[in-house]
């Protein structure tokens, strides 16, 4: 048919196939720039995917390659009682820094499973300072032994927080004040040591629920009054001491 119509028209016949032409080569020309821009959005996504992938990788190497804190409110009441250390000749604090877990710290004692503080432990190891009122917040300690040190100050009321605490050996330091009547909280407890310190009042009237109490030593303080009869109500206490008070 084209060719029939050629041979009477060949200026009409030779401008169809030039327009036939360009319509093939303009569609050619959509189909590259199609494929073009798809190639171009299939690699700047594939780039994007790339860069997020490289960056879950980064954060997750450096979240396996940090040191895990366990209990953060253990972690930052031990830094507490650390900033409250006034002399350490020894220098026994330098082990309590961020590098290495608070439970591998010297003289910390944690549950391996929870990671939770039972035991602080620095009997004599010549320190000086405070017990700051964070120490209540270590609601997993068991025992406390400060003996033969230079802590100072009053014995915080927050004690009476540690509601599984045991034992608790402030012997032969240096606190003052009241002996805390929150103590009447720990129910666990069954040693309960403050000999040679410089405590003064009277023996609190709540300390008579502490039903536990095994070795209950207030002996060389400033403590004043009167023994309390109800000391004779206590059946599991196996030893007792007052001396060198003030009764």
Known sequence: ????SCKSNWHLCCTEIYIRERKKKKKKMDVMKYSYMNCRWILSTSFQCAVILFCINVHMESASSAPSYGNESDRLALLDFKN???QDPLGIM???NHSIHFCNWVGITCNQSSQRVL?????SLKLAGSIPPSIGNLTHLTGINLENNSFH????????????LRHLNLMNNSFVGKIPTNMTHCKELSVFRVYGNRLIGSIPVQLSSLSTLVYFDLGNNNLTGIVPAWIGNLTSLYAFSVAWNNF
């Open 1 to 4: 048919m084209l060719l029939s």
């Open 84 to 86: 409250k250390i006034i």
């Open 94 to 96: 330098h082990s309590w």
């Open 119 to 123: 035991v602080l432990n620095l009997a």
């Open 153 to 164: 100050g009053e014995i915080p009321q927050e004690m009476g927080h540690l509601l599984q």
